[in-house]
């Protein structure tokens, strides 16, 4: 008993009041939605622009036809009230289609608000 009072302790006191939790990627996490949309010209911004501006994506895929898509994503969470599982935040989407010469064909960028619960200590 003692063992485990002493490591609640310990566990409590490297516990942060807030937490925040990051994941994605940062290049697009630093960008605004107006520089997002006038990086990215239709028809004219190529796949090594993209790398360049955002770096690899997060995920590559293929529509039926054969196109390429690649996704980019970020998600910042923060700890609503300190010490729960209370998460708010904002997630950042970049979706992009490229036609067959390699060039950004169509894209979508969305921002939101997101709420979440966290679980703090797994289960099992």
Same mark, same amino acid.
């Given at each position: $008993?003692?063992?485990?009072? =002493? $490591?609640?302790?310990?566990?409590?006191? *490297?516990? &942060?009041?807030?937490?925040?939790?990051?994941?994605?990627?940062? %290049?697009?996490?630093?960008?605004?939605?107006? !520089?997002?949309?006038?990086?990215?010209?239709?028809?004219?911004?190529?796949?090594?622009? /993209? %790398?360049? +501006?955002?770096? =690899? &994506?997060? #995920?590559? @895929?293929?529509?039926?036809? =054969? *196109?390429?898509?690649? %996704?980019?994503?970020?998600?910042?969470?923060?700890?609503? /009230? &300190?010490?729960?599982?209370?998460?708010? =935040? @904002?997630?950042? !989407? +970049?979706?992009? +289609?490229?036609?067959? !010469?390699?060039?950004?064909? !169509?894209?979508?960028? #969305?921002?939101?608000? /997101? @709420?979440? %619960?966290?679980?703090?200590?797994?289960?099992?």
């Amino acid at each position: $008993m003692k063992a485990y009072v =002493g $490591m609640l302790a310990v566990a409590l006191t *490297l516990l &942060p009041g807030c937490t925040a939790i990051m994941s994605g990627n940062e %290049r697009l996490h630093a960008m605004s939605a107006s !520089e997002i949309r006038s990086s990215i010209i239709i028809g004219k911004t190529g796949k090594d622009e /993209i %790398r360049s +501006l955002l770096g =690899g &994506p997060d #995920e590559v @895929s293929f529509t039926d036809s =054969g *196109l390429l898509i690649w %996704r980019y994503d970020f998600t910042l969470l923060a700890q609503k /009230i &300190p010490f729960t599982s209370a998460f708010q =935040g @904002s997630k950042k !989407e +970049l979706t992009i +289609l490229y036609d067959k !010469e390699g060039r950004v064909q !169509e894209f979508s960028y #969305e921002q939101a608000p /997101i @709420s979440r %619960r966290v679980s703090l200590f797994y289960g099992g």
